[in-house]
RNA sequence: GGCCACGUGGCGGAGUGGUUACGCAACGGUCUGCAAAACCGUGUACCCCGGUUCAAUUCCGGGCGUGGCCUCCA
């Protein structure tokens, strides 16, 4: 199947061919480590992530080798560890450390929980992760590259990049070097020509420092844009084949990335494909900080699973503006929901730890090939969610496109699905237990520290105990001899409809629904018993 | 101001030069003693104006609206 991807700079959806049948390359620009990421740093992650997962199954399938099953697939995403906000944000945080130490601190802290949290959004790790602090070699020698081409220049110190005379200089970002001339103002750094950037810049005291290239005297630091052409060539080579962020880095990012690249190694191209995912909106408002509208994926996983942020995202083509809104998480909670209790009802708790697969759909990958129609896909699986029925081999192939998506994980959905069961209990210690359940049930789910010991003493308390389901789910078990009030109520009711009692059956149920007992009756499809199960209605 | 993207039913959101995804909500039905759940089915849309065309929501032009980048909150 022909995997077609839509190229920024051509503004074309194209098949993709990788440059070399044995090695698909992608590089997508990560994170600036000095705070916790936000949901708009969350969309290029989700989105790559599915892209790298499309592109290994493919590899897989030998789409590019003849079916040999050789390709493989190397993504990188770079963690910028020096930049001005680090600097300022360790300064703040640890006023009393050396600033390289407080660096150092930051950074560490930062990356750390960049990769808890976006490992809860069901993203699979890079193949490679580079720090640009441990890649200064790499851009010095790019910088001196560029100096001996004449295509930078020294001054005061800073080495800046040469933009007038590269042709090609706004064709990806599709602005013309006219009008930008005109446009460009209010820079930092002395220059020629105000389009030049920097490529290289002395630091200030106390501020991470290395010897500088080209003979500049003083000790400096690398500027932004050199971090990526550096990186993606050292891993990937001089071009390769994607390379990927968000729509906001096209210009000057990626721009500045590709002048520099093509430039140092004279090619015509620094990646074969260019793509971009749009940009994310807060209920209908760019998220920002005067707003007071920042959303950062640590807050969201106190209250959601991260699956549901992921579908959500999913939810909508990774080119369109995305409105994040609370709503839309309601939904997709639901649905989530939904698809665990149809999977579970089919194949059982127990399949947490099974280890039974099948193939990823045809129709899913279709889907995804489509450039990356995500909503697409999502339609594909809502239609088999629908078909399930009580067909195991339907239910585990669903449950596999999920697992494929990232959107389910068969060992930890339990707590996905709303159910909260408990066997002998009485209503009251089920209600107030179902009240504490749901108010962990994310917090659980997402494995956050210390929840899972809170929990279980507050059910304690409340004289229950905890019992772990093989889904990661949770029930309550009994502790004493108390009488299963609830299942007492319930047999009595079906005693009374057996005689057509209406008036006592429908008395029951509406003694448990004051309680918060909500009674369902259905059949057993085997024998044709009717059968009544509860749930808590809160 | 320059450039770019987007504007689809009550809401969310795909896609397409002719047959109108998908989810939620709504409505109708099946099942049920009733209810809930489940299942089945139905309706409603392509921002406005002009052009190209046998035919446009889809292509082109203009307008309006929203958002983004240009300006270290991505």
Redesign the pocket.
Known sequence: MDLKLHDTLT?KKRVFKPLDPRNVRMYVCGP?VYDYA?I??A?PVIVFDVLFRLLRHLAKQGVWDKGKDRTKVTYVRNITDVD??INARAAEEYPLLPLNRAIREVTKKTSRQFHEDVKLLGCLRPSKEPRATKHIAEMKKLISRLILKKRAYILDDHVLFRVKGVRSYGRLS???LK??KS????E?APKLNPLDFVLWKPSKRGEPAWKSPGGIKVRGRPGWHIECSAMSWKYLGREFDIHGG???????HHENERAQSCQAFDEAEMAKVWVHN?????EG??????LGN?VTIHELLQTWPGEVLRLQML???YR????WTN??MN?AQ??LE?WVIRIEKVLGKSIGKSRAKTEVSEGLIKALC??L?T??A??YL??SA?RIGDDPKRALSFLCDCEFLGLLNRRNMGLLSREFGGQGQSPDLMIKAFDIYQSFRSKLHNKLPGAKLEFENRIRRLGGEVKYLEDGGVHLIQTDDSVGKIDDLIAKRTEA?ARKD?IE??RI?DELAKMGV?????KDPETGEPKTTWEIAR
Do not use: C
Request: glycine share 8%; hydrophobic share 30%.
């Open positions: 503004r600036t936000h708009g740093n969309r001005d906000k599709h602005r013309s009008y930008m446009s460009a103002r209010g930092v968000g729509i906001d880095l096209l210009f000057p749009g940009f994310l909106q807060v408002k760019k998220m920002s900080k005067s920042f939810n909508t083509h369109q503006p995305l409105d709503a839309k939904s639901s649905e939904d489509a450039d129609n909503p697409g999502l339609a809502r239609q629908k409809r209406w059956s429908d149920r909500a009674l369902k009756d259905t």
